[in-house]
């Protein structure tokens, strides 16, 4: 899947990634006292688990447990915070993430704002091929860079359809 980064769609900008990482929300069942602080945007309990994967669609990391609220940027400083969870942090590579992490060494964020589109579905919006193109040098580096994350996406599809 390495040959996936060198293709003229993501190599150069892309040569030095090793993976992308998100959050996803699993159903949980807790006990009724603790219901409030698992129930999400979901509308029921769920445990939010942080992972990492390779190109290969191989899970590399995975620290689960945390409750629904909690936001995926708490649980990745928490993760940088705390040695012993053994949290992948690139020296000389780095991971795409997406916008609810922050953009700091090892892993890259796309740009963010409201007139700058990232995910894919954005770029399908549009009468005309013009209106569907990407506009500039950061709409057309997020279209590349969420095609690349979309890797976890996948991944975590395959794994909650076993």
Same mark, same amino acid.
């Given at each position: 899947?390495?040959k996936?980064?060198h293709? #003229?769609? =993501?190599?150069?900008?892309?040569?030095?990634?090793?993976?992308?990482?998100?959050?996803? =929300? &699993?159903?949980?069942s $807790?006990?009724? =006292?603790e219901? *409030?602080?698992y129930? !999400?945007?979901? !509308?029921?309990?769920?445990? +939010?688990i942080?992972a *990492?994967c390779?190109f +290969?669609?191989?899970?590399?990391?995975?620290?689960?447990?945390w @409750?629904?609220? *909690?936001?995926?940027t708490?649980?990745?400083?928490?993760?940088?915070r705390?040695? @012993?969870?053994?949290?992948?942090?690139?020296? /000389?590579?780095?991971? $795409? &993430?997406?916008?609810g992490?922050?953009?700091?060494?090892g892993y890259l964020?796309?740009? +963010? !704002?409201?007139d &700058?589109?990232?995910?894919?579905? /954005? %770029?399908?919006?549009?009468?005309?091929?013009?209106?569907?193109?990407?506009?500039?040098?950061k709409?057309?580096f997020?279209?590349?860079?969420s #095609?690349?994350?979309?890797v976890? @996406?996948?991944t %975590? !599809? &395959?794994?909650?359809?076993?």
């Amino acid at each position: 899947m390495m040959k996936y980064l060198h293709n #003229s769609r =993501h190599y150069p900008m892309f040569k030095d990634c090793i993976g992308a990482i998100d959050g996803t =929300h &699993v159903k949980a069942s $807790v006990q009724e =006292h603790e219901q *409030a602080k698992y129930i !999400g945007r979901k !509308g029921y309990a769920t445990r +939010n688990i942080m992972a *990492a994967c390779d190109f +290969n669609m191989c899970f590399t990391f995975a620290w689960a447990g945390w @409750e629904g609220t *909690a936001h995926d940027t708490r649980i990745f400083l928490e993760a940088l915070r705390k040695p @012993e969870v053994k949290f992948p942090r690139p020296t /000389d590579k780095y991971y $795409v &993430v997406d916008v609810g992490y922050p953009n700091t060494r090892g892993y890259l964020a796309p740009y +963010n !704002g409201n007139d &700058v589109r990232y995910h894919i579905p /954005d %770029f399908r919006r549009g009468q005309t091929a013009a209106q569907r193109a990407p506009k500039g040098l950061k709409e057309t580096f997020n279209y590349y860079h969420s #095609s690349l994350r979309n890797v976890i @996406e996948r991944t %975590f !599809g &395959v794994w909650k359809a076993r």
